[in-house]
């Protein structure tokens, strides 16, 4: 009889920790508002390189601002934009239809954003007119997430009996 109990006890806790509850709300918050960020991201970038000329300037060799690396790394940003945003709406679609692939897409975009963000330090720090202050600050601002959730991603009962299909 104490086993029958022991086994309902079980369940409840099984059924309380299932769903898009409990800490997954806020990382789901983050998840609806990713795909926003990068196109806004995305959208500024071109419109601040490819609007009114601005793009032939940048790139002329006999402009000012010209230096040899700038039209790839703008190439690159703008690439790797379009692909975080379509990474971002994965997450995002895995996330509601509750996707056993989920936990591992969502650490791998992290990751894929790390890896670009490092990529684009590396580029940039070869372009003098480009502050990289700031790209620092977007790496520092992603591998803390990728270590506090990705953790949870791995261990918690929720997200295991939650991403299941």
């Known amino acids: 009889m104490s086993t029958n109990n022991i086994d309902e006890t079980n369940n409840v806790e099984e059924v309380e920790y299932k769903g898009l509850g409990g800490w997954l709300i806020l990382l789901g918050i983050g998840i609806v508002l990713n795909p926003l960020n990068s196109i ?4 500024t970038i071109f419109k ?3 609007s009114e000329g601005k793009w032939s300037i940048l790139t002329s060799p006999t402009s000012e601002t010209y230096h040899i690396l700038l039209k790839p790394t703008i190439i690159f940003e703008f690439a790797t934009n379009i692909i ?3 990474l971002s ?5 895995l996330f509601f239809k509750k996707s ?16 670009f963000l490092a990529i684009d330090i590396v580029l940039c720090n070869q372009i003098p007119s480009i502050p ?3 790209l620092y600050t977007q790496l520092f601002k992603n591998i803390i997430p990728l270590a506090i959730w990705g953790t949870y991603l791995k261990k918690s ?4 009996n939650t991403f299941v299909k």
């Not at 806004?40 to 959208?43: N, R």
């Not at 709406?89 to 679609?93: G, Q």
Request: positive net charge; hydrophobic residues 60%; contains cysteine.
């Open 40 to 43: 806004l991201s995305t959208y």
């Open 48 to 50: 601040a390189c490819f």
């Open 84 to 86: 975080m945003v379509i």
């Open 89 to 93: 709406l994965t997450v995002l679609v």
């Open 100 to 115: 056993k692939h989920f936990p591992k897409v969502w650490i791998t975009n992290f990751l894929v954003l790390i890896l």
């Open 132 to 134: 990289v202050d700031n």
């Open 157 to 160: 009962k929720r997200v295991r």
